[in-house]
């Protein structure tokens, strides 16, 4: 078959243009892919236990710093600004471990709360945060709203010195079991939990702070070894 020369000529011109253009021109017309977008680091999910504040008995301390960043207070305590649960009544949170029986207390102290010397606004929110653990749990196994016999601030105006002084107490626990607990005391509780403390503290005449402590079911154990790795340099 023949190939017309017009045709041939044309096309050899086609060629001769393509490779005399500038090596710019080329490159403009071959865009580069664009370089994957690396995708963000997965975040570990942050374990929530249905126990007090996010927590569970047992739990070990490896288990709650990959949920919470922790600092060592001393032997078997640990104090964070968080918790797995958070409560927005508490800022402050302490956790007892040992390495035989993970966590076995948990507490949550509020921030400051600024109240007169009559302690009226401290003890509003006592009542509130009390009020709220009646409603989960039951009426507390005891109630304590005294002045130590003999103290000086027995006057309605002496209740935060008296509370500062430890000579006047206002709190309330919740037992679920314990060999000096009278059966008629004693509270269901949600397993693992042996008990509540609730307190009212101050640090002054016109500060106060409220402290929510749970004890589990391990409690004694944990006790055990802290007394024994306190008592091994005797």
Not at 44 to 56: A, D, E, M, N, Y
Request: include cysteine; proline fraction near 7%; charge should be neutral.
């Amino acid at each position: 078959m023949k190939i017309s020369c017009n045709l041939l000529a044309a096309g050899a011109a086609s060629l001769l243009l393509v490779a005399c253009k500038p090596a710019e021109t080329q490159q403009a017309q071959v865009q580069p892919m664009a370089a994957p977008v690396p995708a963000p680091p997965s975040k570990s999910l942050k374990v929530i236990h249905p126990g007090p504040f996010g927590t569970q008995q047992g739990m070990t301390l490896k288990e709650l710093e990959t949920t919470i960043a922790l600092t060592k207070s001393k032997e078997f305590f640990y104090t964070s600004g968080d918790a797995p649960a958070p409560n927005g009544d508490f800022t402050a949170y302490g956790y007892w471990i040992t390495p035989e029986h993970g966590l076995c207390k948990v507490t949550g102290i509020s921030d400051a709360i600024k109240t007169n010397v009559f302690g009226e606004q401290l003890r509003d929110k006592y009542g509130a945060v009390k009020g709220a653990l009646v409603e989960k749990y039951a009426k507390p196994s005891f109630d304590k709203d005294y002045v130590e016999r003999g103290s000086i601030w027995t006057d309605p105006q002496d209740f935060m010195a008296g509370l500062q002084k430890q000579d006047r107490a206002l709190g309330a626990s919740w037992y679920a079991h314990g060999p000096d607990i009278p059966a008629k005391r004693s509270v269901k509780l949600p397993p693992g939990l042996s008990m509540i403390e609730l307190d009212a503290m101050a640090d002054g005449h016109s500060d106060g702070k409220l402290v929510l402590a749970y004890s589990f079911e391990n409690n004694d154990k944990c006790l055990e070894v802290m007394k024994a790795a306190k008592n091994k340099s005797l």
